[in-house]
């Protein structure tokens, strides 16, 4: 657990960066500061490894506060991801790797076995353990910087943007690897970042700060999208929140899945047209895996590959609303394709079933 | 030429090893002595950013010094109280230290300088003490920078430590004096040659040194590697 009291930064110059902040991160979440730039996320984040001393207040590290500790021990304790990754350009990707384990004392050699450990970990191959920092993408970076702060496998780490200097696609991948890794290793983060949609994907809780360094409102994104706390919450959440809240709302089998009429690959146009209902006909594999969408009016000769629509995005039974209904809205017969976890047809939904489900429960189970 | 080739020339107490031998001599130990003063002042200056007027004004002062002005200068003010030839050794060796201390003083702050901001940040982030930050960050990154400035130092003491002669005292710098004294062209250029070759040695004896001691991840020598290329590990979509 981190825990700040009444924690107040004024800089020498008199900025009050971080005004009177009181925040729980609970032990094994993921909590994330989120707010407009120079709302005092940085300073806040620096102030519990204390690379930023506080002007007043105390932030505790499971209990204990920090102010009473020797900053440097205090530091070995939590890992830290900063921004751009902040590598060791004279030293090799296994070494910038192993240099906590090595600092706490552990042998170099044990050091590099957990580090290609660690590399595997965040998906970079053991290849990569005799580059050097240049010759990695920015993504590439990111990740080892990743790795370097959990290799001392520190309860917890610090994360000050960790995936802004990547590009869209490769952002949503690391976010993603990061999830994933997260629920194995269940460690406390705070994580900083001035992207709500990177706060609402990844948190178990976000604080909203507001300029002038105030906590403008602490809870689950889902909350946030329901229900914020002000006009400030209400506008820095965004405009479309009420669509988007439907991604923290499970199906649960809420939504009527409607029996679908399937044809395999070189099916002929008769048979096609047979199946289809209404100008298109869903196409699976041989394992019931759907393929896409094809018009048997366009037929001629037997249902080749090429004959494909592949615009709908399938939607997992178990998801939330939100795939559902973009499941329905992205398929070009207007009937979206769920399928089960091993990602085997079960059915189709329409908008109208998910609106309707939505609308028959409007206090639906939310995701987190 | 004829002067280099005469065996005469290459023995005895003024003969040309004698002479290359107190070169050198003087070269290293002014080279030495400026390492000891510049590279901790550099590295104090680049990392406490105190003291940074030093480096424009002092360095440009000292560029434009006038070394042999000085030396005759440094010669009447330290003999009288050296009776020995410590006398004549020390203004020398005063003259080529500061004459070295500027490019290594200035280099060595900008190496520290330049040291990526951000890697200093996580060093002191995972909980380095500024001592090891300093050894394992700073200065193995700023080496390539440092090393650049003692080689110019060197390039410069190893040329100006002709000087010397002025003062009578040895060095190849003698077969300047001497062979313009006695109208010998052919020993002047013996002595420019032996110079320019003494000077050429030893920048290449450090750019090896330089190659061997600094990480490839900071000169961006590709040493063997495998191509570079994004291991593509697209997360599954539902
Ligand atoms: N060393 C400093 N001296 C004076 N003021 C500072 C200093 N560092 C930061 N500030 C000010 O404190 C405020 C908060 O800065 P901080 O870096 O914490 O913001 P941030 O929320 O991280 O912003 P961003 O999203 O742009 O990174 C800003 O107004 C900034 O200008
Ligand atoms: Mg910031």
């Known amino acids: 657990m981190i825990k700040f009291e009444n924690v107040t930064k004024a800089y020498p110059d008199g900025t009050v960066a971080v005004d009177g902040l009181n925040l729980e991160a609970p032990t094994g979440k993921l909590t994330i500061l989120v707010g407009p730039s120079g709302c005092g996320k940085t300073t806040s984040l620096r102030m519990i490894n204390r690379l930023i001393e506080p002007t007043s207040g105390t932030i505790y590290l499971d209990d204990e506060p920090t102010s009473g500790m020797d900053a440097a021990l205090l530091r070995r304790r939590i890992g830290y991801v900063i921004q751009h990754a902040g590598l060791f350009p004279h030293k090799t990707i296994v070494d910038n790797v192993s240099t906590m384990p090595v600092l706490l004392g552990e042998s170099r050699q044990k050091a590099r076995t957990k580090a290609l450990e660690l590399m595997e970990r965040v998906g970079l191959p053991a290849s990569f353990a005799k580059r050097y920092p240049w010759q990695l993408s920015g993504g590439q970076q990111q990740r080892v910087g990743v790795a370097r702060a959990l290799a001392s496998d520190p309860a917890f780490m610090l994360m000050d943007e960790p995936f802004s200097a990547v590009d869209p696609v490769v952002r949503g991948q690391l976010q993603e690897e990061f999830l994933r890794l997260q629920r194995e290793i269940g460690k406390t983060i705070i994580m900083v970042t001035h992207d709500i949609d990177e706060a609402l994907k990844l948190g178990d809780q976000v604080a909203v700060m507001r300029v002038g360094g105030k906590l403008a409102q602490m809870a689950t994104p889902s909350e946030l999208l329901t229900s914020p706390a002000d006009d400030f919450v209400a506008d820095f959440v965004g405009r479309d929140r009420g669509y988007r809240s439907l991604g923290f709302t499970k199906t649960a089998g809420s939504v009527a899945i409607g029996e679908e009429a399937v044809v395999?690959?070189?099916?002929?146009g008769e048979e096609a047209r047979a199946k289809a209902s209404g100008a298109w006909v869903l196409v699976v594999d041989g394992g019931r895996k759907p393929l896409g969408w094809a018009q048997p009016e366009l037929l001629n000769g037997e249902l080749k590959r090429e004959n494909l629509n592949l615009s709908g995005i399938p939607a997992a039974a178990s998801g939330t609303m939100r795939q559902l209904l973009d499941a329905a809205l992205s398929s070009p017969s207007r009937r979206g394709v769920?399928?089960?976890e091993h990602g085997e047809l079960i059915g189709t939904v329409t908008a109208t079933d998910v609106v309707k489900a939505i609308e028959a429960e409007p206090h639906l189970e939310t995701a987190r | 030429m004829n002067y280099l080739f005469d065996p005469a020339h290459w023995s005895g107490a003024d003969g040309i090893p004698t002479l290359i031998g107190e070169h050198l001599l003087y070269s290293l130990i002014a080279l030495a002595i400026a390492a000891v003063i510049a590279v901790p002042l550099g590295i104090y200056i680049g990392v406490t950013g105190k003291g940074v007027f030093m480096i424009a004004g002092l360095a440009n002062a000292l560029r434009a010094l006038p070394s042999v002005g000085l030396l005759i200068l440094l010669v009447l003010l330290i003999s009288p109280a050296f009776p020995s030839r410590m006398g004549y050794i020390l203004p020398s060796l005063i003259v080529l230290v500061l004459l070295a201390v500027p490019p290594i003083l200035t280099n060595t702050y900008a190496g520290v300088r330049a040291v990526d901001a951000?890697?200093?940040?996580?060093?002191?982030?995972?909980?380095?003490?500024?001592?090891?930050?300093?050894?394992?960050?700073?200065?193995?990154?700023?080496?390539?920078?440092?090393?650049s400035g003692v080689r110019s130092a060197l390039l410069q003491i190893i040329s100006t430590a002709t000087i010397a002669a002025y003062i009578s005292l040895g060095g190849l710098g003698r077969l300047l004096i001497d062979g313009k004294a006695q109208n010998d062209y052919s020993q002047m250029v013996a002595g420019a040659v032996l110079v320019a070759l003494l000077a050429l040695f030893f920048d290449q004896l450090l750019a090896f040194i330089t190659r061997r001691v600094v990480s490839p991840g900071l000169t961006r020598r590709t040493i063997k590697s495998a191509p570079v290329a994004e291991p593509v590990k697209t997360p599954v979509t539902v």
């Not at chain 2, 002191?124 to 700073?138: A, E, P, S, Y």
Request: net charge positive.
């Open chain 1, 264 to 268: 395999q690959l070189g099916a002929s």
């Open chain 1, 338 to 340: 769920v399928v089960n």
């Open chain 2, 118 to 147: 951000a890697a200093v940040d996580a060093a002191r982030g995972m909980g380095f003490r500024t001592m090891k930050i300093l050894t394992d960050v700073q200065l193995p990154c700023a080496l390539p920078l440092v090393l």
